[in-house]
Nanobody
């Protein structure tokens, strides 16, 4: 069984910073591509950032220059450092990752439960 667990959400003032974490736990042999998504009330889910196992990354235009995605493969953990936060960044942030549970096992996609980020004064 594989679980993705996010942490680090909360309430922050505009212009502030937060760091989100997402850890794959359980029966994990290897973690491939990892993504951060977000969904605001009444809006469609948006891909915020993606990072490959080797470290290559990409971002949504709305967060470029403000958010930084990174990962620690030894800890099966991904991070999202969010700076210069704006009220429009308010959303539930969820991680998504492809995980192989065993050697030569297939990579399957998993989702975390989501963590709320609220940017408000």
């Amino acid at each position: 069984q594989v679980q993705l667990v996010e942490s680090g959400g909360g309430l922050v003032q505009p212009g502030g910073s937060l760091r989100l974490s997402c850890t794959a736990s359980g029966t994990v042999f290897s973690v491939g591509t990892m993504n951060w998504y977000r969904q605001a009330p009444g809006k469609q889910r948006e891909l915020v950032a993606v990072i490959a196992r080797e470290g290559g990354s990409d971002y949504a235009d709305s967060v470029k220059g403000r958010f930084t995605i990174s990962r620690d493969n030894a800890k099966n953990t991904m991070y999202l450092q969010m700076s210069s936060l704006k009220p429009e960044d308010t959303a539930v942030y969820s991680c998504n990752a492809e995980v192989a549970a065993h050697y030569r096992g297939n990579y399957l996609w998993y989702w975390g439960q989501g963590t709320q980020v609220t940017v408000s004064s």
